[in-house]
Nanobody, 116 residues
Framework: QVQLVGSGGGLVQPGGSLRLSCVAS????????MGWYRQAPGKERELVATITTGGVRNYADSVKGRFTISRDNAKNTVYLQMDSLKSEDTAVYYCNANSYLYGNIWGRGTQVTVSS
């Protein structure tokens, strides 16, 4: 069964850091571009960052210079390092895998709350 399992969310003060992780099962990871999306209350889900199988990264303008996406192919894991967090980063963060073979797959969300 294809599955994405995300972790690492929590409560952090403004200016703090968190690292999200997402483990993919099966052979999906090696064939997929991986990404993180987020959805704040009352808003639509939006792209945060993506990374291709070849390591090409793409970021939303709102997180450039603060967030870093990376992937460990040996561990089937994608990470999102989030630094200099702001209150507007508060949202549920979703891991995503996208490939021609498996299509678009979403993990369960993990809550990130930035508040003092």
């Amino acid at each position: 069964q294809v599955q994405l399992v995300g972790s690492g969310g929590g409560l952090v003060q403004p200016g703090g850091s968190l690292r999200l992780s997402c483990v993919a099962s099966g052979s999906i990871f090696s064939r997929s571009a991986m990404g993180w999306y987020r959805q704040a209350p009352g808003k639509e889900r939006e792209l945060v960052a993506t990374i291709t199988t070849g390591g090409v990264r793409n970021y939303a303008d709102s997180v450039k210079g603060r967030f870093t996406i990376s992937r460990d192919n040996a561990k089937n894991t994608v990470y999102l390092q989030m630094d200099s967090l702001k209150s507007e980063d508060t949202a549920v963060y979703y891991c995503n895998a996208n490939s021609y073979l498996y299509g678009n797959i979403w993990g369960r969300g993990t809550q990130v709350t930035v508040s003092s």
